[in-house]
């Protein structure tokens, strides 16, 4: 993922680059992901990753990430997640600040949760994860409800 700002003139600054698995910016990307990713890695060990290839899925993929009550402060831990585990179509719920009490699936951190979605279109992808979320909960649980806002804005057919 990589952080822009789009100068006056047009021309691409980089922020940031963002490489990690557990941003939140990475894990749609990585839903669309189709190759094996192992297999990627072994390669860049073994110095031979340009003769590998990626094979990407074209479409689009939006991440609503959930969290923590009082995140990005200090944040109650312990809290039990309810709605997990139900099958989305082109959806993947990905763990950040979760762990076990037991049987059961407990907050542990700020961004808590990740829920992305691919859809033929950037509205379905967005609608698949909102869809996905609304079966999510936990005492405190906190969320925006304006992800991928300016894209569909953009992409509209009315615009």
Wanted: net charge negative; glycine share 12%; charged share 30%.
């Amino acid at each position: 993922y990589a952080g822009l700002m789009i100068t006056e003139d047009g021309e691409p600054r980089v922020i940031e680059f963002n490489c990690r698995f557990g941003d939140p910016e990475t894990q749609p990307i990585m839903l669309r992901l189709r190759s094996d990713l192992l297999e990627h890695c072994e390669a860049a060990l073994d110095g031979r990753l340009e003769q590998e290839e990626a094979a990407w899925n074209p479409r689009p993929a939006l991440g609503v990430v959930l969290a923590a009550e009082g995140y990005p402060g200090s944040y109650p831990r312990g809290r039990e997640i309810h709605g997990l585990g139900r099958d989305a179509e082109d959806c993947r719920v990905f763990h950040a600040g979760t762990g076990f009490d037991g049987d059961k699936i407990v907050t542990t951190g700020g961004r808590v949760l990740c829920v992305a979605a691919l859809g033929d279109d950037l509205a379905i992808a967005c609608a698949r994860a909102y869809g996905a979320v609304e079966d999510i909960r936990w005492d405190g649980m906190q969320y925006r409800k304006d992800i991928g806002w300016r894209a569909l804005q953009r992409y509209s057919p009315e615009s």
